[in-house]
């Protein structure tokens, strides 16, 4: 048996697979400690299966445990000893400003103030060479006096370090044994990669979600462990791979997109068994929405993401994430305009038409309003709306203050929604040199089926899948994933046949870095290990990441990988130097082990089936008037022949509207519903 486990901030989702067959449980969240319900979770899971810990081969777990800490900065004081004459780096950054014209500018968050910033006597210069190596009171008296000034973990951050990282860890080992209650991180062992003042970021971030993470995946361990569970469990990162939990403690900010990297791999595992490789993945929950593109069956990947300002390296799934989700709440700015998010009612007090307290109005009071969220359905068999609250609602706070009638103004709200989602999604395509019109959009999320023929009009789309349990693609995503691992040099050369030679070594040694990796995991899956480049024009300040072939290499590689470079370039900018010398900034080798993911099939669970009142709703499709409306159980739909809309289907973890203009059908092979605009 494999579990994945999603925990979310209402939800925590189980997602079980064993001996072919699936079974799926929601428990209610805990808060402040995210893991207290593992053990129970488990154990729901377990029961519908009648199983018990020992059956579990594998525990898959995504968390937005790091993404929150970073969000609301409840985050470890950290400590940065760094070269002499580098001490302010994190404080001047790049020099940029998110806004260049406001005049009541607020200088950017540093994450470590310059009382806690110390430096130290070392140099290595970009070839490796040590010039200066670190003196070793020096280091620990700096050290003594940043934990006395209140630093509760320590990040070592020299110049060069990812040519030669000799001095860092010398100085981290002076300081472990000096003082061992101290975490100690260096920027070479989070991102061995050029740049001091992201690697800097980087690390520093890693070194204030140390303590949090530690002690939160410790405890889900011992949570999993009180269920029976006797494997360690695996924590899904942000590229779409998993590692134990006993290493995702090390580099937590490898975990900031961990929740949604499942959606994206649940999303190409089911669209794999469709025959469809080129996809734009729409993830819609409570409070946000993220988008992604997957090419060939393969994610977009970026190297680098901003959080809070703060630049994080590291291999993350591209996404493009706003503040649009079913509790975004609707209101009226100083201006008199429409605004929808980034506030969000969240689980507590919730939706007004939750009848849990909550006033504001909410895109999810918008569709109640409109009828595609009717009262006709419990959502998650329990939850009944009220569509009286969900009118007070939008009319006290956007249909009054605009001078529109309810319905107009529930229309407003979700227009304002999917226009801003459309954006995103226009930047994650088009800004990108891609065609939204070639793309299968697969709609997730608790809200995201709601809206998914929206957001198709909106980009031309003209065919859209629902998965069978969309509320729970994340969850069930991370048990198609493989256990990974990068390797990184940094090496500034030219990209010509006299250096050929020089990157196969390259190469070569970091292929023997994941060999060794390999062996010593112990799993006796398929591996594959592939190769990138980060590669420029001569004279470019970034990098386009770019595929290259296996070895061995020799001079028409060089041509290769011109060539494949020129198309990546004129894709994304518009354009391609033919005559420009291209230099390679680094190099990088992704080692993946099947561990148990390739053998699972999508399915419905047995009893996933939605109790309803009434066969049809009306429902406002225009402001003109409402429309008799089917209203299907999903779960319960086995129609292959095409179906013409509107219709509403329901399911207990997701609601999907099929506007008039389209047609769906059932995908016998997993249960999902395909989804068509009429020709």
């Not at 957001?455 to 256990?483: F, N, T, Y």
């Not at 099947?594 to 499709?621: F, H, I, K, R």
């Amino acid at each position: 048996m494999r579990i994945g486990i999603d925990i979310g901030g209402t939800f925590t989702d189980v997602f079980a697979v064993a001996d072919g067959q699936t079974f799926i449980a929601k428990v209610p969240s805990s808060y402040p400690d995210p893991s207290a319900v593992i053990s129970a979770a488990v154990q729901a899971v377990l029961t519908k299966a009648a199983a018990d810990g020992a059956d579990v081969a594998a525990l898959i777990h995504g968390t937005t445990v790091a993404t929150n800490a970073v969000i609301e900065r409840d985050l470890g004081v950290v400590g940065l000893i760094t070269t002499a004459g580098f001490g302010d780096v994190l404080a001047i950054g790049r020099q940029t400003r998110n806004s260049l014209y406001q005049l009541d500018f607020t200088p950017r968050w540093v994450p470590v103030p310059r009382e806690l910033r110390a430096e130290v006597n070392e140099r290595t210069d970009f070839t490796g060479q040590v010039l200066t190596a670190p003196d070793r009171d020096e280091v620990l008296a700096v050290a003594e006096h940043l934990i006395s000034g209140g630093a509760t973990a320590l990040c070592v951050g020299f110049l060069h370090s990812y040519a030669n990282d000799a001095n860092e860890r010398e100085a981290a080992a002076w300081i472990e044994h000096a003082f061992p209650d101290i975490g100690v991180w260096t920027s070479a062992s989070s991102v061995p990669e050029f740049r001091e003042y992201e690697r800097f970021s980087t690390a520093v971030m890693d070194a204030a979600l140390g303590q949090t993470m530690t002690t939160y995946l410790r405890r889900f361990t011992d949570q999993s462990r009180a269920a029976g569970v006797v494997p360690e469990p695996y924590l899904m990162e942000s590229s779409g791979g998993v590692v134990r939990m006993s290493e995702a403690a090390l580099r937590p900010t490898r975990t900031l997109l961990s929740g949604p990297a499942g959606g994206v791999l649940g999303a190409i595992d089911l669209a794999k068994q469709h025959d469809r490789a080129d996809l734009l993945t729409f993830d819609m929950g409570g409070t946000s929405a993220d988008i992604g593109v997957i090419r060939e069956g393969a994610p977009d990947v970026v190297g680098i993401r901003h959080f809070e300002d703060l630049p994080v390296l590291g291999t993350t799934v591209a996404l493009e994430a706003i503040g649009a989700g079913g509790g975004s709440i609707a209101s009226i700015d100083r201006g008199g305009r429409l605004q929808v998010g980034p506030r969000s009612a969240g689980s507590v007090p919730g939706p007004a038409s939750y009848g849990k307290g909550g006033t504001e109005a909410t895109v999810t009071d918008a569709h109640v309003v409109l009828g595609t969220l009717p009262q006709a359905a419990r959502l998650g068999n329990s939850l009944q709306v009220d569509r009286e609250l969900a009118v007070e609602a939008v009319e006290r706070s956007v249909a009054k203050p605009l001078g529109l009638d309810v319905i107009s103004a529930a229309h407003a709200i979700l227009d304002m929604v999917n226009t801003n989602m459309a954006l995103a999604a226009r930047r994650a395509t088009v800004a990108q040199g891609i065609d939204p019109r070639t793309l299968t959009l697969v709609a997730y999320g608790g809200a995201g089926p709601l809206h998914a023929t929206s957001l198709a009009g909106e980009l031309g789309i003209d065919e859209v899948v629902i998965p069978p349990h969309p509320g729970m693609l994340s969850a069930l995503g991370l048990l198609v994933s493989d256990l990974r691992k990068e390797f990184v040099r940094s090496s500034v050369m030219q990209l010509i046949p006299p250096n050929i030679d020089q990157l196969s070594d390259e190469v070569k040694l970091l292929m023997a870095d994941a060999l060794a990796w390999r062996d010593a995991q112990g799993e006796t899956g398929t591996w594959t290990a592939g190769i990138e480049g980060e590669l420029r024009y001569r004279g470019q300040e970034h990098a386009l990441r770019t595929r290259l072939p296996d070895l061995p290499w020799d001079a028409r590689t060089v041509e290769v990988v011109k060539e494949t470079f020129d198309e990546l370039h004129e894709q994304l900018n518009g354009y391609r130097v033919t005559d420009e010398e291209i230099e390679l900034v680094s190099l990088r080798v992704t080692c993946a082990i099947d561990v148990g993911g390739s053998e699972l099939q999508l399915q419905y669970a047995t009893g996933s089936g939605v109790e309803l009142a009434a066969p049809d709703t009306p429902v406002w499709w225009t402001s003109a008037a409402p429309v008799p409306t089917p209203l299907i159980s999903a779960p319960d739909l086995h129609h292959e022949d095409w179906i013409e809309g509107p219709a509403i289907l329901v399911q207990e973890d997701a609601t999907c509207a099929v506007a008039p203009g389209y047609r769906f059908r059932t995908l016998a092979k997993t249960g999902g519903i395909a989804i068509q605009r009429i020709p």
